[in-house]
């Protein structure tokens, strides 16, 4: 049985437009809805006369205009990037070119990993001309006046994700690894659904009162959401496993039997998500696959394998 994770659907976004979240944090949704991006980017400024923008969002010159506008007579002193896709990164160069703000991040696109043959060549929608000027590790701190922000390296969702920690209001901006909407996409390979699994149980090992994701509402009692979110996953291991013993040998007949009811324009994202899935169960021994693994390729459970050669 799937795991129900409640999520709010019931937002309202007047786009272009700064609304105060809390006391340090402001947010503004940038116009690039979509079945990936739910009702938009949402760009969080924090703090207040020297402030930090995190993940400024696309290139798209309605958002970045209003952002800049919003933040006329204050300067912002941090560009912060939680992970390089195009619906998170683009738009720092522009504030930075507007602001001489330094961006921050973990490194370019796949930079949490090396890659073989090639590396992001499945992945569309990686933002491959970011390449941030201060480079961020686990436990970094950048800060301003009344604010103090953490680096978490993250990766899972790609390789070189980050959140980021307020330590004044215990908030984690959590970008795409936890978001308010939807679980988030792991696509190989860059994406790593091992290293996620890791990151979500790493999450647990902190105290944080609220996360506010890139996407979706805020999340009011993260560690129950992040649980929540490791036992889908599992659940969707299971599943997996479920239909090889079914019968299943491709990702092709896989996804039709476990995602029911699915939106056509998702398929893409489902199959790749399934694909993340049975290279942590080879990795795991449980699974065998007739050559390296791939969407094409032919896999069955590992005893069943075994037998069958």
């Not at 738009?91 to 602001?99: I, R, Y």
């Not at 649980?227 to 092709?252: K, M, N, P, V």
Request: hydrophobic letters at 40%; a negative charge.
């Amino acid at each position: 049985m799937a795991i129900d994770i409640p999520f709010r659907r019931d937002l309202e976004v007047e786009y272009g437009v700064m609304e105060t979240v809390s006391p340090l944090i402001r947010r503004i949704i940038a116009r690039n809805p979509s079945p990936f991006t739910f009702l938009g980017t949402g760009t969080y400024v924090v703090g207040h006369g020297k402030v930090a923008v995190i993940d400024p969002g696309p290139a798209l010159m309605p958002h970045i205009e209003a952002l800049l506008g919003a933040l006329a007579g204050e300067t912002i002193t941090h560009i912060l990037v939680t992970h390089t896709h195009i619906d998170h990164s683009p738009a720092a160069a522009a504030v930075k070119e507007a602001t001489g703000a330094p961006t921050y991040g973990f490194g370019p696109h796949g930079g949490g990993r090396v890659e073989e043959n090639g590396g992001g060549a499945m992945e569309e929608g990686g933002d491959r001309d970011f390449v941030p000027d201060v480079r961020l590790g686990d436990g970094d701190v950048v800060e301003g006046p009344g604010w103090h922000i953490s680096a978490r390296h993250t990766p899972g969702h790609t390789s070189n994700h980050l959140c980021f920690a307020l330590a004044e209001e215990k908030a984690l901006f959590s970008g795409d690894h936890v978001m308010g909407w939807s679980t988030s996409v792991i696509v190989p390979p860059d994406g790593d659904m091992s290293a996620y699994m890791r990151s979500l149980r790493k999450l647990l090992d902190y105290e944080d009162d609220r996360y506010w994701p890139t996407h979706g509402a805020e999340i009011e009692n993260p560690r129950a959401l992040v649980r929540a979110f490791i036992s889908h996953r599992r659940q969707r291991s299971e599943a997996i496993l479920r239909r090889l013993t079914a019968g299943d040998r491709t990702i092709a007949e896989i996804v039709p039997n476990i995602y029911l009811k699915l939106d056509p324009r998702l398929r893409p994202a489902a199959a790749r998500s399934v694909l993340a899935h049975l290279i942590e169960l080879v990795e795991q021994g449980r699974v065998s696959a007739e050559g390296p693994p791939g969407l094409t390729t032919l896999y069955r459970l590992r005893n069943e394998w075994i037998a069958a050669r």
